[in-house]
């Protein structure tokens, strides 16, 4: 059996009024080393995972087995070492990438030989929707959705921003961030909120950021009703907005909120919200255009 190493870039979702259908993913990663073992064990490479099971019963390792059983595969068992710096149940694609990684672990140890299409459909399955999925297979800018025929994605690579994030220590989770949205809304408001989203992304593509951070701010989806469970969001924004800042959003269903800006301003808004913010995690990331990798390593070099 081959040894490999599986990476997985975190992701940002929704970009503010592209919800449950816009990813962007960011330069902080899941890695698994990956090799033969006599029975399924899972070891923590990073503090924040030695909470999670350490056999078969880890989620990586549930739906790498469950995938493969869709197949009709068998894994033979294998040490799978893990780390990430990828901040868990932030809004930051964990559960995303944890998802992606299982795929892509089935497919090596199992030899099954899954198209990237596939694996899209069988994430999407796992995760509810393809935004963080399809932002950590695929790389850069994605726009999903989930037609009667399948999921249609895009993906775009090259848009010169970065996002700096910006966490607190407080987890939110995603279920009470769900129990805050309507349950639907009238047909006029819908119209309009996908017209905000659909100029989103024609400025996004022709990178003109201020209708792109006005249109961020202009969701109707989810920021109304989330940001009152945030109240660091206001002095965040307005922080990023006056030192560069082109645009600010939720990350996914938060708690951290991500402040898009173009690559020469990133270094400067990094400093005002870490001086800022002291007590939260502020990050500089850039943005991932290869998504999910996969590569052979020689044995002898096997953490």
């Not at 660091?232 to 990350?251: C, D, M, P, R, T």
Request: aromatic share 6%; charged share 20%.
């Amino acid at each position: 059996m081959k040894n490999w190493q599986i990476k997985v870039p975190a992701s940002t979702a929704n970009l503010g009024p592209g919800f449950d259908s816009v990813g962007l993913a960011l330069d902080r990663y899941l890695t698994l080393t990956v090799s033969s073992h006599h029975l399924w064990e899972v070891r923590a490479l990073s503090p924040s995972l030695e909470e999670f099971p350490n056999d078969e019963t880890n989620f990586i390792v549930r739906t790498a087995l469950e995938t493969a059983k869709s197949y009709g595969a068998e894994l033979p068992p294998c040490l799978v070492e893990v780390k990430s710096n990828i901040p868990l149940t932030r809004g930051l694609g964990s559960s995303a990438a944890a998802i992606v990684a299982g795929i892509e672990l089935a497919d090596a140890a199992g030899d099954i030989g899954i198209s990237k299409r596939k694996k899209l459909e069988l994430a999407a399955k796992y995760e509810g929707h393809a935004d963080n999925v399809g932002a950590s297979l695929y790389g850069g800018l994605v726009i999903a959705c989930e037609t009667d025929d399948g999921i249609e994605l895009l993906n775009i690579e090259d848009l010169p921003i970065s996002v700096v994030t910006v966490t607190p220590k407080e987890e939110l989770k995603t279920e009470k961030a769900r129990e805050v949205l309507p349950e639907e809304i009238s047909f006029s408001k819908a119209v309009k909120a996908g017209a905000v989203s659909n100029v989103l992304i024609a400025a996004l593509l022709k990178q003109d950021w201020e209708v792109a951070g006005r249109m961020m701010k202009g969701d109707l989806y989810h920021h109304p009703f989330r940001k009152q469970l945030l109240p660091h969001y206001e002095k965040v924004e307005q922080i990023a907005e006056n030192n560069g800042a082109f645009g600010v959003a939720l990350s996914g269903a938060g708690p951290t909120i991500a402040c898009f800006v173009e690559e020469e301003k990133a270094s400067w808004l990094y400093y005002k919200l870490h001086q800022a913010l002291p007590d939260m995690l502020v990050q500089n990331l850039n943005i991932d255009d290869k998504g999910v990798t996969i590569s052979t390593i020689a044995q002898n070099t096997a953490l």
